[in-house]
């Protein structure tokens, strides 16, 4: 069966400070992957997306990045972390493009800038 | 434009009360699809049901089920005799034909007492 993982679970990290979240998915091949953001208050912003390694699209401009080195390894970064960049991070991957194909979201990360 | 307004932040209910999540969405797309998806306090989202636009027919499982009416954009849900256990954050969303993109509500947080 296939399985999603995201670490670290939680992060305190000071503005202006580098960051690295990791998402890993285990039991499939070339799935499309995807970075959502959760503010609170707010619901889900897709952030970025890779349909195969080294391609990533990305939603809305920001001080974050995204790379996909491997096939089933995402990592959303940062250089300088702004106090706006706090919230839950949500990584998720499906089989395909379109909607048909549902969506399986990872249990998160909670960054919180200082 | 895309969107989906939930207009009701928080509901709280007493257990085996019926409760009903509201969903308004707007587009222009004549095919799209409407989904829903629970989020408990561990954080991981978990995917409840996806409708196309042209299927207007409402669905029952369990005890939950789905109203969907195109005249009004709407697309509520409702828990028949609540439960503790389904005390979370649940998220209405939209998509279009042939993209990955999911626009998100904001979320209501259902609160179950016992």
């Known amino acids: 069966s296939q399985t999603i993982h995201q670490w670290p679970a939680t992060l305190v990290q000071p503005v202006g400070s580098p960051l690295s979240l990791e998402c890993t998915v285990e039991?499939?091949?070339?799935?499309?992957l995807y970075w959502y953001r959760q503010a609170a208050g707010r619901g889900l912003q897709l952030l970025f997306y890779?349909?195969?390694?080294?391609?990533i699209s990305s939603e809305v401009p920001q001080n974050l990045s995204a790379s996909r080195p491997q096939d089933r390894q995402f990592i959303l970064s940062s250089k300088k972390l702004l106090l706006s960049d706090s919230g839950f991070y949500l990584c998720?991957?499906?089989?395909?493009?379109?909607?048909?194909?549902?969506?399986?979201f990872g249990p998160g990360t909670r960054l919180t800038v200082l | 434009a895309q969107k989906v307004t939930q207009a009701q932040t928080e509901i709280s209910v007493v257990e085996k009360e019926d409760v009903t999540l509201d969903c308004v969405y707007e587009t222009r797309d004549t095919t799209y699809y409407l989904f829903w998806y629970k989020q408990p306090p561990s954080g991981e989202l978990v995917f409840l049901i996806r409708r196309n636009s042209f299927d207007e027919q409402n669905e029952i499982s369990g005890r939950y089920s789905w109203n969907f009416q195109k005249s009004t954009s709407s697309f509520n849900f409702t828990i028949t005799a609540s439960q503790v256990v389904d005390s979370a954050v649940y998220f209405c969303a939209l998509s279009g034909a042939n993209t990955d993109k999911l626009i998100f509500g904001t979320g209501t947080r259902l609160q179950v007492f016992p």
């Open positions: 998720a991957w499906s089989t395909g493009q379109g909607p048909l194909n549902e969506q399986f």
């Open positions: 039991g499939t091949s070339n799935p499309n």
């Open positions: 890779s349909v195969g390694i080294g391609q």
